[in-house]
T-cell receptor
């Protein structure tokens, strides 16, 4: 099956700093989603971005499908940005467009 | 617009018992997927239901089974519970099989 690798596994930032999270995947994909998982376990949709660039406030994402990677940018980080960020990909070869998740990046933003 | 809801929130069961988890999909969504998330790991795909039919299954044994109802809500059933089944169970709905998936708050299952 498809492999998804996220880096870095852990990241500690001072409030106000910027960061870049990376997601590499091993095969062509139809969908790519970024999520933020809060401390209560809720997965919050950040971006649906199989290709191209999108921005939403302080967050933006870029997926380069031909090179099989995606980047999530967080600018002017806030303590509320803390949590685990997951990249997940789906491809039609599995028949069901199931999402395959990476292991996540645990972000801690300190005041 | 109502989002994805799951019940119950928490559940404690004994090894060998059976459990049923429930999920209501977001309005307008006809596809439901179930995932298991062990502590410290990313979610793992269990199976997907599209128009009341199972449409893809991950690497989970047959004691994990499910249903989708005409209103697109869904159930996940797990028989003969094992200690390793302790996890957060997440349900996601989407509009069509390849659409963006939206997750519910999850059910945290503890097997003792």
């Amino acid at each position: 099956g498809i492999q998804v690798e996220q880096s870095p596994p852990d990241l500690i930032l001072q409030e106000g700093a910027n960061s870049t999270l990376r997601c590499n995947f091993s095969d062509s994909v139809n969908n790519l989603q970024w999520f933020h998982q809060n401390p209560w376990g809720q997965l919050i949709n950040l971006f649906y971005i199989p290709s191209g660039t999108k921005q939403n406030g302080r967050l933006s994402a870029t997926t380069v499908a031909t090179e099989r990677y995606s980047l999530l940018y967080i600018s002017s980080s806030q303590t509320t940005d803390s949590g685990v960020y997951f990249c997940a990909v789906a491809y039609s070869g599995a028949g069901s467009y199931q999402l395959t998740f990476g292991k996540g990046t645990k972000l801690s933003v300190i005041p | 617009e109502t989002g994805v809801t799951q019940s119950p929130t928490h559940l404690i069961k004994t090894r060998g018992q059976q459990v049923t988890l429930r999920c209501s999909s977001q309005s307008g969504h006809n596809t439901v997927s179930w995932y298991q998330q062990a502590l410290g790991q990313g979610p793992q795909f269990i199976f997907q239901y599209y128009r009341e039919e199972e449409n893809g299954r991950g690497n989970f044994p047959p004691r994990f089974s499910g249903l989708q109802f005409p209103n697109y809500s869904s159930e996940l059933n797990v028989n003969a519970l094992e200690l390793d089944d302790s996890a957060l169970y997440l349900c996601a709905s989407s509009s069509g099989q390849g659409g963006e998936q939206y997750f519910g708050p999850g059910t945290r299952l503890t097997v003792t």
